[in-house]
């Protein structure tokens, strides 16, 4: 469970309303040891479905979330793909493939 929290909470900074760093996030996700499709899916059917509302309200979150109170909402989240989790990665889909660029980047051969 610990890799997956740390997966949680580097994907949860797609989620707030600040400039996200996609190398920031792209080494911690690569420190879970989760594969890019691993990841995807997390972020899919996870971590969206959860926190995509943030994007969508004016009173959002702006600095961190505190993920203790959300970990059971993750898990459950697994089953169920939301409307507000879909739009929520269009609104995040040119961080998230920077993001993934420069997972991919780390994974090359001589990097």
């Given at each position: 469970?610990?890799?997956?929290?740390a997966a949680w909470r580097a994907l949860s900074a797609l989620f707030l309303d600040t400039?996200?760093?996609?190398a920031d996030v792209a080494v911690q996700l690569r420190a879970t040891?989760?594969?890019?499709?691993?990841?995807?899916?997390?972020?899919r059917a996870e971590v969206a479905p959860?926190?995509?509302g943030n994007l969508l309200s004016a009173a959002g979150v702006?600095?961190?979330f505190d993920l203790s109170g959300l970990e059971d909402r993750f898990r459950a989240g697994r089953a169920r793909p939301t409307l507000t989790?879909?739009?929520a990665l269009r609104v995040i889909r040119a961080?998230?493939?920077a993001v993934?660029?420069?997972f991919r980047a780390e994974q090359a051969p001589g990097s």
């Open positions: 469970m610990p890799r997956r929290r400039e996200v760093d996609p040891g989760f594969s890019l499709p691993e990841l995807r899916q997390i972020l959860v926190l995509g702006w600095d961190a989790g879909a739009l961080d998230w493939q993934e660029a420069r």
